[in-house]
């Protein structure tokens, strides 16, 4: 597979998406991966036909190498993937920042559908799936980014712990994205603890919204400080 890889060509892109109806579920995987590394858009059709398998190895692959390739075409599929709470976290993750580089670099048109679907998942009960929904939120419309990382942090954050009176110190990033937040914490992040306190203070103080948010997470919400930052600091 990686020789046919390395020769490239229409021809051998044929034979890599011949090699993906082999009955061999490792060796479908590794086809996916070296398409994705190719990145060629001819790939998208026979790498979007794997995403109705049952194999979670094998879709993850097909998600991973079509968020690479980018190209409009899967972003149905691989919503519904997303929203699947029964799928692999990691499939969820992949499925969350192919969405943001299928509708982002890759000019697919923006369907509500999609948009709306990523807006729920930055407050998903698994953190890791929060943080791509959120990265690909700002991936997809980095001009509409700063207004919609202000309205997130406007959301109220978790209830503290009654036996605790400070912050918690550790936010929970995953490896993949820790270099966005540069190892930043919600202790460590001034603006993130005033906003974090601020939303606190208001919630004892008895101000309600008009209609009550979910919580975000302090770990998503130290991401998305640090995102307006960089919004704010090209």
Do not use: W
């Not at 980018?70 to 599929?77: D, I, W």
């Not at 029964?86 to 969820?92: G, L, P, T």
């Not at 008895?206 to 991401?223: N, S």
């Amino acid at each position: 597979v990686s020789l046919l890889a390395a020769m490239r060509g229409e021809r051998v892109l044929e034979r890599l998406h011949l090699l993906l109806a082999e009955p061999d579920p490792a060796l479908k995987r590794s086809v996916a991966r070296v398409l994705g590394e190719i990145g060629d858009a001819r790939s998208a059709p026979a790498l979007s036909a794997l995403l109705e398998t049952g194999d979670a190895d094998l879709l993850y692959e097909a998600v991973h190498a079509l968020g690479r390739i980018a190209r409009p075409g899967a972003e149905e599929k691989i919503a519904a993937i997303l929203a699947d709470r029964k799928a692999h976290h990691s499939v969820r993750v992949q499925a969350a920042r192919a969405l943001g580089r299928i509708c982002g670099e890759g000019g697919a048109a923006e369907p509500q559908a999609v948009t709306d679907l990523l807006a729920r998942c930055v407050f998903d009960d698994d953190e890791q799936v929060a943080h791509a929904a959120l990265y690909a939120l700002v991936e997809m419309d980095p001009g509409g980014a700063p207004a919609r990382l202000a309205d997130l942090l406007e959301a109220p954050a978790p209830a503290q712990d009654s036996r605790e009176e400070s912050i918690r110190p550790h936010a929970v990033v995953p490896p993949e994205l820790k270099d966005m937040v540069a190892g930043q914490t919600a202790r460590t992040s001034t603006l993130a603890a005033i906003l974090f306190a601020r939303s606190v203070i208001g919630a004892q103080a008895g101000v309600t919204a008009p209609e009550p948010r979910p919580a975000l997470a302090i770990g998503v919400r130290v991401l998305a400080v640090r995102l307006l930052g960089d919004c704010a600091n090209p």
